[in-house]
C-alpha cells in the first residue's frame, strides 16, 4: 500500500461550525504533514508530526488543530475559521531517512 | 532561508514540442523532487534525484540534477496533451527539515 488517503474530498463550512479532516497512511511512515495550498500557488506547510509529536507548527493559528493518535492517522480540527482559510488542504508522509513525501488528494475546504 | 527559484512560471505549447523547466538554487540540497499536481488533487512524485550529476528519465520526461547539487531541470520530449498541469520542484534535507518548494511551472499542451 504506497497510498496516502484523505477525506473528506470536499467541505463547505460555515464560520462558526466544528468540522475535522482525515488522513491515514499504511505505509510505516513516522513524519506526517498539514499542508495548505491556495489556488496558483505552491503548499504552504503547515505542522509537521514525527513519531507522534508535533515538531513544526508554522505559527498557524490556533483555530487550526493538529492531532495524531497514532503512527497511520493525522487529523486537523477545524472552529471557528474564516472565508480567507477556504483552500486545498494537504496531508503528506515521509519515510524515515527519506526526503521525498508523499501527498494524498486532498480536501476542498469552503468556508463561508 | 534556503530558495527555489523554478522557471518558466507559464508556459503553454503546442503537442510535439519540447520544453525544459529549471529549478535553482543557491543553497545545497541533499536531494530534489519534481511532482506533478493537477487541478484539485495533491501532488505526485514524479522522481527524486540524489546526487550531483545525476540524469534519469521517466519516458518522455528526463531530470537532471546539478553538479553541486544546487540546482535541476525537467526535460519534457514531444510534449503531448495530457502532460498538461503544474510542476513543483521540491529541495529536501536530512531530518525533518521541511522540503522548499518552488513556486511552481503551469504547462499547457494543445492539441
Known amino acids: 500500500d504506497t497510498e496516502v488517503t484523505q477525506t473528506p474530498k470536499h467541505l463547505v463550512m460555515g464560520m462558526t461550525n466544528k468540522k475535522s479532516l482525515k488522513c491515514e497512511q499504511h505505509m510505516g511512515h513516522r513524519a506526517m504533514y498539514w499542508y495548505k495550498q491556495k489556488a496558483k500557488k505552491p503548499p504552504e506547510l503547515m505542522f509537521v508530526y514525527s513519531y507522534e509529536k508535533l515538531s513544526i507548527n508554522e505559527s498557524v493559528p490556533s483555530r487550526f488543530s493538529p492531532e495524531c493518535p497514532n503512527s497511520s492517522l493525522l487529523n486537523l480540527h477545524l472552529h471557528a475559521l474564516q472565508p480567507e482559510d477556504s483552500a486545498l488542504y494537504l496531508c503528506a508522509s515521509r519515510r524515515e531517512g527519506y526526503n521525498e513525501q508523499f501527498f494524498g488528494p486532498g480536501t476542498r475546504l469552503t468556508v463561508l | 532561508t534556503q530558495l527555489l527559484e523554478q522557471s518558466p512560471q507559464f508556459l503553454s505549447i503546442q503537442e510535439g514540442e519540447n520544453l525544459t523547466v529549471y529549478c535553482n538554487s543557491s543553497?545545497?540540497?541533499?536531494?530534489l523532487q519534481w511532482y506533478r499536481q493537477e487541478p484539485g488533487e495533491g501532488p505526485v512524485l514524479l522522481v527524486t534525484v540524489v546526487t550531483g550529476g545525476e540524469v534519469k528519465k521517466l519516458k518522455r520526461l528526463t531530470f537532471q540534477f546539478g553538479d553541486a547539487r544546487k540546482d535541476s531541470s525537467l526535460h519534457i520530449t514531444a510534449a503531448q496533451p495530457g502532460d498538461t498541469g503544474l510542476y513543483l520542484c521540491a529541495g529536501g534535507n536530512s531530518g525533518n527539515t521541511p522540503l522548499v518548494f518552488g513556486k511552481g511551472t503551469r504547462l499547457s499542451v494543445i492539441a
Open positions: 543553497s545545497v540540497f541533499s536531494s
